[in-house]
């Protein structure tokens, strides 16, 4: 065996609102794809999300890695069509803007590798 290095792996810390997770539950189920449909089903992202959430509490903090941000975003994607909630629609830009922030440090912090 030979090492020939170290990759780090990045995962912002967010906070979510219920209001947040839900509208993304909603619109992960609409979803055409798949793998953005497995969010919100039972084993998935958004349900995990869902069930982090204590009596009275409004927002939970998680760390997704960079590529459940990307997923998360493509669920948004949603946002285009009719009746999308609200929260939805302020969250899809942040979380773009967050999902790009996440490309940059993993180009920061490992400057040698090339994205998978």
Same mark, same amino acid.
């Given at each position: 065996?030979?090492?020939?290095?170290?990759?780090?792996?990045?995962?912002?810390?967010?906070?979510?609102?219920?209001? $947040?997770?839900?509208?993304?539950?909603?619109?992960?189920?609409?979803?055409?794809?798949?793998?953005?449909?497995?969010?919100?089903? #039972?084993?998935?992202?958004?349900?995990?999300?869902?069930?982090?959430?204590?009596?009275?509490?409004?927002?939970? &903090? &998680?760390? #997704?890695?960079?590529?459940? &941000?990307?997923?998360?975003?493509?669920?948004?994607?949603?946002?285009?069509?009719?009746?999308?909630?609200?929260?939805?629609?302020?969250?899809?830009?942040?979380?773009?803007?967050?999902?790009?922030?996440?490309?940059? $440090?993993?180009?920061?912090?490992?400057?040698?590798? &090339?994205? #998978?």
């Amino acid at each position: 065996m030979k090492q020939s290095g170290f990759w780090y792996e990045v995962k912002p810390v967010i906070e979510l609102s219920r209001a $947040e997770v839900d509208a993304l539950i909603v619109l992960s189920s609409r979803h055409y794809d798949s793998k953005c449909k497995s969010f919100s089903q #039972p084993g998935g992202l958004l349900f995990g999300y869902r069930n982090t959430f204590e009596d009275g509490k409004d927002a939970i &903090v &998680v760390t #997704p890695d960079t590529r459940e &941000v990307d997923t998360l975003c493509k669920i948004l994607e949603g946002t285009d069509f009719p009746g999308a909630p609200e929260a939805a629609i302020t969250l899809r830009f942040p979380l773009n803007a967050l999902f790009r922030e996440c490309l940059a $440090e993993f180009e920061r912090v490992n400057p040698e590798a &090339v994205w #998978p």
